[in-house]
């Protein structure tokens, strides 16, 4: 039996199980928004702004989802426009909570907001002349003079000191964006409307994001809402976790990979570089996810970005993936105007001229771009070639697939295995390709390559089978994933492609996900201790030990404004005279010792007073005949044992000194004496002459070799620079020296960075054979030989592990006792304490005072061990 | 020239050019080009001089456009348009 329920009756049930459903779905999109935002909050990417604004969009987002739809846009301008007020003017809670306790004045609050105010000042005039009622040649004239005279106060930046933060933000927002707003007011291809136009300029994330994807405005407009909401937002958050693991990935990479050149020993270790270099990119698709994701959040169903960009089958098929935004953006301002201008020329002419147009102007763009966010030009003849060799290999693809056809298939499924199999091994030649052209492009110099060239020729059949393993890799991942179906961003619809969508497959994985993200580093710490470095690291947003030696990156990771900090720290000016004795403190000499102290003198170094005695150490005088009754130690190290930076009473040597003769830990002497003979970036080689040279003649007791990570830097730049220079060792040296010249095959004329590179894989063995003769010429004398371990005040990429255990194991290896003083600092939680100031890091008179401690503790039992015996008795006393 | 032999014209051309081997049948009005790959940025500069050639038309820079050009019956409105 059947029974008939009224219509009205049936549709009450259904509309109410549709609510339901529908709010589980917002339940479920608001818990993965939330999850995301605190995973960002807690791996602090991109920095604190960045996770401001994720806060500020969750709480926006939650809002804009109510509001009705007509509502929805303008709430979303002003939101951006909330976001650049706060993200320029760096105008957090803590400003506003001041603001209101009365702790800040209300100037004091408007000087907060006067750059976010000129960004969005300017912006609406640029704006308002796109819709002067002129004619629009006017315009855009009106347009280009702005530009160039905003581009002309950019270039002096400094005339304006208290909003110098905004151009970059400007820049981002308004450089290529302008250009495509004018293009499709010109064409009308879109609607117009003042919050659509401060939607698009002033686009929430922005702010944050100087390196910003080129979204066209007709696609902006036309994909906000045009599929159903869950599915648009759900897209989002899967993309903006997809950006999160990227981003993770890439500090991964940041960190281990082999990105310095001077160290590169092998060809496994070349490959590693060209690998990492290219890597380094998933900064860029990350943050561009993050981006995109976002927009989602708001209802912008805009294309996927980035899509499969390192399995791309061909350089065409690289152009169109890598960044699907800009393709489209060059494509419709220069391609198609160039080619449709010369297509009476016939398709081979018109498209080569119209790709190497479309490339000269990418690379001319670079270049603005460039000078927005940096606020210098970038001309340079490596970005040239870089945009020229990829122009060449997208033109020949082009003209290939046009004359030949690329594979196309209406259905998947059509693709055989042979077919699949075809894909994979394209997918690992560009692959191959593109590395290699990545690390020419991030190479600062033809030397550099050179020298990664030269690291990279001579591969043993191992290596050879490893990188073999990694091109299979990719190639097995070209046949699974390398199909792309993708080809231009506009009118994106993923009905449109039928693509199926299942929300809560997607919902349960992005939870999954950013659960993993949160409780996996406490749980991988709990199981396996030995990952906590590894986290930690990967939990700092800081540059490694290459970057902040060498200052230098590739285009991308150099225009990281997020990082600005650390490189505005390290770029930062010291102040005038800050190392104004430099030259007058050390001089030259022709030997092999190449430099020493001046004797007698007073000056400023690192920003402290110093003082050298009569014997040429930055010491206080001594006499070079040892007193009576007296115990006399001779110290050699580097700047950080000098002193630099802290004042003569407050090194470690001295602290130490003024210890010992507190405490006298052996009735045998009367007076203890430390000569600290160490002189600014000696390496092991210049402290072992300068001992048998100087230092045996003030007939020491003991002799202590302080050795620290930067030592193999010195040692190679030490050794290149004696083999530039001419420089002959000692005759007691030259046979072990030439053979190492000899075994790396270095010569004084080749490049420098070749020279290190080469010289870099024997440094062990340097330290090998500078340890062992130290030993001997010490216990030859009677006396007492000890090698120190100093650690770095701070361990940028942390380098320090790995130095400290190979430098303690040489030094044990040759049968010297070591103190190791690396523990000294783990009781600092900022590291910045243990620096003398931001644009030095020399060890700050804090850090001399722990380095004095640890040195002490470790130095009175290894040279006084019976006093040592005494005071454990003492202590076991009733 | 009516609407179903321009759209046959097309299709014809697509399926020759671009998608040799294929079922016809499976290349319907509605079947995304653009969004799909199926038409890449160089094969719709040969879909254009195509569509300028065989039916008198001139073609902007800005009207080779995901709009006009995904489908079938994108294309085929898109030149009755200029026709008109």
């Known amino acids: 039996m059947t029974t008939v329920v009224p219509a009205v009756e049936q549709a009450v049930p259904r509309l109410s199980a549709s609510y339901l459903s529908r709010s589980a779905q917002f339940l479920a999109i608001l818990v993965q928004f939330a999850l995301i935002v605190v995973a960002i909050d807690r791996w602090q990417l991109e920095g604190q702004l960045l996770v401001r604004l994720m806060w500020l969009a969750l709480a926006g987002f939650v809002m804009h989802h109510f509001l009705p739809r007509r509502f929805r846009l303008p709430f979303f301008a002003m939101l951006s426009l909330l976001a650049v007020i706060t993200g320029v003017g760096h105008l957090g809670p803590n400003v506003g909570g001041a603001w209101l306790t009365g702790k800040i004045t209300t100037s004091g609050l408007l000087y907060y907001l006067v750059p976010g105010l000129a960004v969005i000042g300017i912006g609406l005039g640029l704006i308002g002349i796109c819709h002067l009622p002129i004619r629009f040649g006017a315009r855009v004239g009106l347009v280009a003079v702005a530009g160039a005279g905003l581009a002309f106060l950019r270039a002096h930046s400094q005339w304006f000191p208290d909003v110098t933060e905004m151009w970059v933000v400007l820049g981002s927002m308004f450089m290529f964006r302008l250009l495509v707003y004018l293009y499709d007011l010109r064409h009308q291809t879109a609607p117009f409307s003042l919050s659509r136009a401060i939607s698009y300029f002033f686009l929430l994330p922005n702010v944050c994001f100087p390196l910003f994807p080129v979204v066209d405005y007709k696609t902006f407009c036309s994909t906000y809402y045009n599929e159903d909401w869950p599915r648009v937002y759900q897209t989002g958050l899967k993309w903006m976790f997809r950006g999160i693991f990227q981003l993770l990935l890439y500090r991964t990479v940041y960190e281990y990979a082999p990105l310095d050149v001077s160290k590169l020993t092998s060809a496994l270790d070349a490959a590693g570089f060209m690998l990492g270099m290219f890597l380094l990119y998933l900064r860029v698709s990350g943050t561009f996810h993050l981006i995109v994701g976002l927009l989602h959040m708001f209802g912008f169903n805009l294309p996927e970005t980035h899509h499969r960009y390192y399995l791309a089958t061909s350089f065409t098929d690289f152009w169109r993936r890598i960044n699907i935004y800009w393709k489209d953006f060059v494509m419709k301002l220069f391609f198609y105007p160039t080619h449709f201008k010369l297509r009476k020329m016939g398709t081979f002419w018109a498209m080569s001229v119209a790709t190497i147009v479309t490339f000269l102007a990418t690379w001319l763009l670079h270049s603005w771009q460039w000078f927005w966010i940096r606020g210098k030009p970038l001309f340079d003849w490596k970005d040239f070639s870089f945009w020229m060799i990829l122009a060449v290999l997208v033109l020949v693809t082009a ?398 990429g942390g380098v320090e592990p790995a130095c400290r255990s190979e430098t303690v194991r040489l030094a044990r290896a040759a049968g010297l006792e070591v103190i190791d003083l690396s523990p000294a600092f783990d009781s600092v939680a900022d590291r910045n304490r243990l620096i003398v100031a931001k644009w030095d890091e020399h060890t700050s008179a804090l850090g001399h005072r722990l380095l004095a401690d640890k040195l002490y503790e470790g130095l009175v039992p290894l040279l006084f061990p019976a006093s040592s015996i005494q005071q454990v008795s003492r202590l076991q006393k009733p | 020239m009516n609407s179903e032999d321009i759209k046959s014209t097309i299709k014809t051309f697509i399926l020759t050019e671009y998608l040799p081997g294929e079922d016809p049948a499976a290349l319907t009005d509605t079947t995304p080009l653009m969004t799909t790959g199926i038409l890449d940025s160089i094969a719709v500069l040969k879909v254009v001089t195509f569509l300028e050639n065989q039916f008198g038309i001139v073609i902007q820079p800005h009207e080779a456009v995901v709009e006009n050009l995904n489908t079938l019956s994108d294309i085929e409105r898109f030149i009755v348009s200029k026709k008109a």
């Open chain 1, 399 to 796: 003209i290939y697939e046009t004359t030949r056809g690329r594979r196309r298939a209406l259905t998947p499924s059509r693709f055989t295995v042979r077919a699949r199999l075809m894909f994979g091994l394209q997918a690992s030649v560009v692959f191959c390709g593109m590395c290699i052209l990545w690390a020419y492009w991030s190479c600062q110099s033809w030397a550099e390559f050179q020298s990664l060239m030269d690291a990279a020729c001579k591969p043993t059949w191992r290596e050879i089978a490893i990188i073999f393993v990694v091109l299979a890799l990719v190639c097995l991942c070209g046949m699974l994933w390398g199909q792309s179906s993708r080809e231009t961003s506009e009118g994106r619809g993923t009905q449109a492609s039928g693509a199926p969508f299942h929300f809560w497959r997607s919902t349960v994985a992005v939870t999954v996900g950013s659960i993993c993200l949160l409780a996996g580093p406490s749980m991988a710490t709990w199981t396996l201790p030995a990952t906590k470095d590894l986290i930690a690291r990967l939990h700092g947003d800081v540059l490694n030990a290459r970057d902040l030696a060498l200052q230098r990156r590739g285009y991308y990771e150099e225009l990281d404004l997020s990082r600005m900090d650390d490189w505005r720290c390290h770029d930062a000016k010291e102040p005038e005279g800050w190392n104004a004795g430099r030259k007058l403190f050390y001089r030259e000499r022709s030997d092999f010792l190449m430099k020493e102290i001046v004797p007698s003198v007073s000056t400023v170094l690192g920003g402290a007073p110093v003082t050298s005695n009569r014997l040429g150490m930055r010491d206080r005088e001594y006499q070079k005949l040892k007193p009576p009754n007296t115990y006399r130690i001779v110290l050699f190290g580097v700047s950080h044992d000098v002193g630099t930076g802290v004042k003569d009473d407050q090194t470690y040597e001295n602290l130490v000194e003024d210890r010992l003769n507190r405490h006298c830990p052996d009735t045998h002497y009367a007076r203890y004496e430390i000569l600290n003979m160490s002189t600014g970036a000696d390496c092991v080689l210049q402290m072992l002459l300068r001992l048998e040279q100087i230092g045996f003649d003030l007939h020491p007791d003991a002799a202590m070799i302080s050795v620290g990570a930067v030592d193999q830097q010195f040692l190679v730049e030490y050794l290149r620079k004696c083999l530039t220079r001419g420089i002959d060792p000692p005759r007691s040296y030259r046979k072990f020296l030439d053979g190492i010249a000899k075994e790396a095959g270095v010569n004084g004329r080749m490049p420098d960075a070749a020279i290190e590179r080469r010289l870099f894989r024997h440094v062990p063995e340097i330290h090998e054979w500078a340890f062992r003769r130290f030993a001997q010429q010490c216990t030859q004398r009677g006396i007492h030989p000890l090698v120190i371990y100093r650690p770095a005040p701070m361990d940028f």
